[in-house]
């Protein structure tokens, strides 16, 4: 009978992190292209953070954050929030085991509301599942300025099975 691998009682273990963080930072060429970076991965949710570029700008004469770029960084948020909440469903698993569980993750349903414009040289992101089930996980997220102000929500629904 073989010993079941029990992870660290403070959280995941660092070759699940590490494994998460390329994942997601590395081939996933979008989030590249939108600079996303991890800062956290826990059981209670995720943050992270991108960095103003010419290139993420929509309007010109305000050196304004495009929408877009707010939208996509919320939803790939949401996502990772998702994997971090399989990832704590099955502990007992090795970590590249649960990593397999990600393919079939998409976003179905996403909300945004904009309450402020996106000015500044960094923003924080944040977000958490509100609920995981078996089929559909609902997220919760936040997009902030470097102040800690909230410049945007956002809500989405991902199918997980």
């Known amino acids: 009978m073989s010993a ?15 494994l998460l963080k390329e994942m997601f930072e590395q081939r996933i060429v979008f989030n590249q292209v939108l600079g996303l970076k991890i800062d956290t991965i826990d059981a209670e949710g995720v943050s992270g953070h991108i ?13 304004r954050l495009h929408g877009g770029v707010i939208s996509a960084s919320l939803d790939a948020m949401g996502g990772l929030a998702v994997m971090a909440a399989i990832g704590v ?16 993750l ?16 960094r923003f924080e992101l944040r977000a958490q599942v509100m ?25 989405g629904a991902y199918i997980v099975s």
Do not use: C, N, W
């Open 4 to 18: 079941k691998k029990v992870p660290p009682a403070d959280g995941f273990e660092p070759e699940f992190i590490t």
């Open 106 to 121: 998409g976003t179905i349903d996403l909300r945004i509301d904009y309450l402020r414009p996106g000015i500044g040289e």
């Open 51 to 63: 960095e103003m570029r010419r290139e993420l700008i929509g309007h010109y004469a305000h050196q």
């Open 131 to 155: 609920r995981l089930g078996s089929r559909v996980a609902s997220t919760r997220m936040e997009f902030l300025g470097a102040d800690g102000k909230l410049l945007s929500t956002g809500a």
């Open 89 to 104: 469903r099955h502990l007992d698993e090795p970590p590249a085991q649960r990593l397999q569980r990600f393919g079939k």
